[in-house]
């Protein structure tokens, strides 16, 4: 089955530390996407991938790091330097960048930080 | 500034009949739109989309109208069903990255 698994679905960190989330996706997709969701607030993008070794900025980079060295991963680092980690973050993949194509998300993981 | 707008958190309608759900963008050159519905601790998924040489757009019990002048689209659920419960996010394609509405949380009840 073709899909993308993030893990964990739940995450506890004490402030200060540095964290890792995994997305792995399977579809053979090359773009690949983070984005967090906040209570009453949309999806806000955080980094996005078009091929392997490139990736972007997104609305809301600060304190965040990523790396695309597989076409099939794309970890999002939550560094110590991101004022407000708590947040359910999502993983996404599509086609290509260039076209319009729907993204498929993955179940997401839920990172607390206290 | 919020390119992509849901104005209303929460829509409650009766099981049988029709949900509209609402989404307003500010961006003339958005050409591409996406409806997706969420539940709760989990990703959303994908449920349609219109291209803006279209004014609708339909796959089921669910269609999407655009009306560009007004720039507005909106999701119709016809009829609507318990397991339609979730939240939906409007998205707009902003050249290959999705600008997302804040969500509407609709409550179907029987």
């Known amino acids: 089955d073709g899909g993308i698994t993030q893990s964990p679905k739940y995450l506890f960190r004490k402030e200060g530390q540095n964290v890792t989330l995994s997305c792995e996706q399977n579809l053979n997709h090359d773009a690949m996407y983070w984005y967090r969701q906040d209570p009453g607030q949309g999806l806000r993008l955080i980094y996005y991938?078009?091929?392997?070794?490139?990736?972007q900025k997104g609305d809301i980079a600060e304190g965040y790091s990523v790396s695309r060295e597989k076409k099939e991963s794309f970890p999002l680092t939550v560094t110590s330097a991101q004022k407000n980690p708590t947040a359910f973050y999502l993983c996404?993949?599509?086609?290509?960048?260039?076209?319009?194509?729907?993204?498929?998300f993955g179940p997401g993981t839920r990172l607390t930080v206290t | 500034d919020q390119q992509v707008k849901q104005n209303s958190p929460s829509l409650s309608v009766q099981e049988g009949r029709i949900s509209i759900l609402n989404c307003d963008y500010t961006?003339?050159?958005?050409?591409?739109f996406l409806w997706y519905k969420k539940y709760p601790a989990e990703g959303p998924t994908f449920l349609i989309s219109i291209s803006s040489i279209k004014d609708k757009n339909e796959d089921g019990r669910f269609t999407v109208f655009l009306n560009k002048s007004a720039k507005h689209l909106s999701l119709h659920i016809v009829p609507s069903q318990p397991g339609d419960s979730a939240v939906y996010f409007c998205?707009?394609?902003?050249?290959?990255?999705?600008?997302f509405g804040q969500g509407t949380e609709l409550s179907v009840k029987p």
């Open positions: 961006n003339s050159m958005f050409d591409y």
């Open positions: 998205a707009a394609d902003q050249g290959g990255k999705l600008i």
């Open positions: 991938s078009q091929i392997v070794n490139d990736f």
């Open positions: 996404a993949s599509s086609i290509d960048l260039w076209r319009n194509y729907e993204q498929y």
